[in-house]
């Protein structure tokens, strides 16, 4: 469900000029395919997207699949100010999407070698996939030539729910466990050596080749309720389409699971074609 979530957004993300991912990231605001930049959508626009994929999750009773949907719907409500509306599914699950809302605020515009800085947040408060997390972000732009543009990402989040789970202890820590207390085999997940982390920093870059075709690399560290073999980051690539479409590919784990699969997303720009 995650990386569907993270398709529905990159979709967004590809909906938007090829100059700069000015859309939502896997949980709503907008960067990359996982970590939110500090560039805003532009007073006016709409963005429209979905992302998916086949997710590997684990749990204290084995690993297991799904797939994964997220839709989003994002608005720059003012230059400075985006809002947006999004939802995550996740298949084999018996409860309703998880559904919720996003934010981002320009703290500083991009001046000189001043990077643009940016507070960002979601909450979506309700069923399977709960999130709640705060980023802080910065984001320079290199220009190499008038046909190659790098945008480079830098930040740190903190986060009291991520994918439904609590970052305030161990996640699969068993009922009323002390330490020196046995393991219970259904709870083999547990590992009371793990540092309980929920705030981390983030990176990543994109690079436009001309006008069509944009490379990204993004990563961070493991939160708590990561994976413990996992290194979430992602290399991707998208692609512009007609009209304000876009189509973009990434390849790697955004925490859930330790092995690395593919995220697919669609997007479209429904406001007035600049």
Known sequence: MRRWAAIASLAVVLAYSTQALRAQSAYGPGGLFMIPSA??????????????????M?????????????????????????????????????????WGAFGKY???????????????????????????????????????????????????????LFNGL???????????????DPIPADHAAFDPKRSVVRQVPFAGADIALGSYVKLTLEGRPRLIVDHPDAIPAKAGIIFALPKGGRLGFAWGSDGLDSEQSLTIGVGYNISAVD
């Open 166 to 180: 609590s970052t305030s202890a161990h996640p699969y820590r068993p009922d009323g466990w002390k330490p020196g």
């Open 58 to 98: 684990w749990a204290p009773h084995g690993e297991h699949d799904h797939l994964w949907l997220a839709t989003a719907v994002g608005l720059g409500a003012s230059p400075r100010l985006d809002v947006g509306f999004g939802q995550i599914a996740l298949q084999d699950v018996n409860t309703s999407p998880t």
């Open 106 to 160: 320009l703290l500083a515009e991009e001046r000189g070698i001043a990077p643009a800085m940016a507070l960002s947040g979601v909450y979506m408060p309700v069923w399977h996939w709960k999130t709640q997390m705060l980023a802080l972000s910065a984001s320079k732009t290199i220009r190499f030539s008038d046909s190659m543009v790098a945008h480079v990402h830098a930040g740190a989040m903190r986060a009291w």
């Open 39 to 56: 560039y805003t959508l532009g007073e006016g626009k709409v963005a429209l997207g979905m992302m998916g994929g086949k997710e590997g």
